[in-house]
C-alpha cells in the first residue's frame, strides 16, 4: 500500500494572517502548538551507517571536474537514484553581516562552462545573487552510491534567449504558473490562485494550471516574464566526496584561480585529496 500522509493543517489549525484578518486557506503565521509553547520531545537520530564503497586513487581521476561530473551523474542515474539532478543552492547576502540561505533546485544543464537552474530573479536566491554572485551547490546521492558533489562559483544570467528556449519546453501550466507566483514574497492561496486565473485568462488559455482539475488545453506560445530565467554556476572549486568505512571518506578537491576566464572543462586544475 502506498504511503499516504497526513493532512498539514487540522482545520482548527488556522490562525490569523500577519494582516490580521482571518484565513480559511491554512496560511496562517503559526501553528497552535507554537502558540500555546507545547513542549516536543529531543528526537535521537543515531543510526551509524557505514558507507561500503571500495577507494578512489587521485591518479585514476581525469584532470577535469566538470569530467568526472558527467562520469558521476551517469552513475547515479544508473544506480537509478531519484532525480540525481536535484541540488542545494546556498547564497549569501551580500549585507553585514552577511546572511546565507539555502535551498533546493533542479540542475537543467551541465555545461563546459558551467551548472544551470532556473528561477525567479525577484526571488529571495535571486535578489541574493544579484547582490552577491559567490555561491555553492551541493549534490547529495544516497545509497547505494554514498558520494556527494560540491561546486563553488559565481552566478551569472543566462540571456533572454537561453531562458525562453528552456521556458518553452515547460508545460503550459507551470509557464502560467512563473507568471503568476511573486515567488518568495508573503500571499494567500485565494490571491494566488486568483492571480493564476487572470494570467490563464491573459493568455487565452483558461484552466490550464489545472486548478479546476486536469484540462486539455491547446498548446500557445507564452514569453518568458522578464523577471524569470537561468542562472548558470561557473566553478571554481568542485568537490568530489565518495563515503567509506569508519567515516575514513574519499574527498578530492579541484581548483582553479577564480578570477580564470577560460571555459571550465578546458582550463587547467589543481587536485588536492582533503582530509574526510
Ligand atoms: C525537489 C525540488 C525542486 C525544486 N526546484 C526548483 C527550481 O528548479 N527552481 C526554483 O526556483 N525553485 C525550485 N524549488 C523550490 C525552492 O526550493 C524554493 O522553495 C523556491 O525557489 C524559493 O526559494 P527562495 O525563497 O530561497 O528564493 C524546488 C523545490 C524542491 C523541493
Not at 490563464?200 to 486539455?216: H, I, R, S, T
Not at 500557445?220 to 563515503?243: C, Q, S
Request: proline share 8%; with cysteine; hydrophobic share 35%.
Amino acid at each position: 500500500m502506498s504511503f499516504v500522509p497526513p493532512p498539514l493543517f487540522a482545520p482548527e489549525r488556522n490562525v490569523a494572517t500577519a494582516s490580521g484578518s482571518s484565513s480559511s486557506g491554512g496560511d496562517g503565521n503559526a501553528s497552535s502548538s507554537q502558540a500555546s509553547g507545547e513542549k516536543q520531545p529531543i528526537e535521537h537520530i543515531t543510526t551509524h551507517e557505514q558507507y561500503h564503497n571500495s577507494g578512489v586513487a587521485a591518479s585514476a581521476l581525469p584532470a577535469s571536474p566538470i569530467a568526472l561530473f558527467h562520469t558521476w551523474f551517469a552513475e547515479a542515474k544508473a544506480a537509478n537514484i531519484y532525480a540525481p539532478e536535484t541540488m542545494t543552492i546556498a547564497t549569501c547576502t551580500a549585507a553585514s553581516p552577511p546572511r546565507p540561505s539555502s535551498r533546493i533546485v533542479l540542475l537543467k544543464t551541465l555545461e563546459p562552462s558551467g551548472f544551470t537552474f532556473f528561477t525567479n530573479y525577484a526571488s529571495r536566491k535571486g535578489r541574493e545573487l544579484e547582490a552577491n554572485p559567490w555561491c555553492s551547490l551541493t549534490f547529495y546521492w544516497a545509497g547505494p552510491l554514498h558520494r556527494s558533489v560540491r561546486v563553488c562559483g559565481r552566478a551569472e544570467r543566462l540571456s533572454t534567449k537561453e531562458s525562453q528556449a528552456y521556458f518553452d519546453t515547460r508545460p503550459l501550466g507551470s509557464r502560467i504558473g512563473a507568471h503568476a507566483s511573486p515567488q518568495s514574497q508573503p500571499i494567500s492561496r485565494e490571491d494566488l490562485e486568483a492571480r493564476v486565473r487572470d494570467f490563464e485568462q491573459k493568455f487565452g488559455v483558461p484552466g490550464a494550471a489545472g486548478l479546476d482539475g486536469p484540462k486539455e488545453t491547446e498548446e500557445k506560445h507564452i514569453d518568458v516574464p522578464e523577471y524569470w530565467g537561468g542562472w548558470r554556476i561557473v566553478p571554481d572549486e568542485i568537490e568530489f566526496w565518495l563515503g567509506r568505512e569508519n567515516r575514513l571518506h574519499d574527498r578530492f578537491r579541484y581548483t582553479r584561480p577564480t578570477e580564470s576566464t577560460k571555459v571550465a572543462a578546458e582550463d587547467t586544475w589543481t587536485l588536492d585529496r582533503l582530509a574526510p
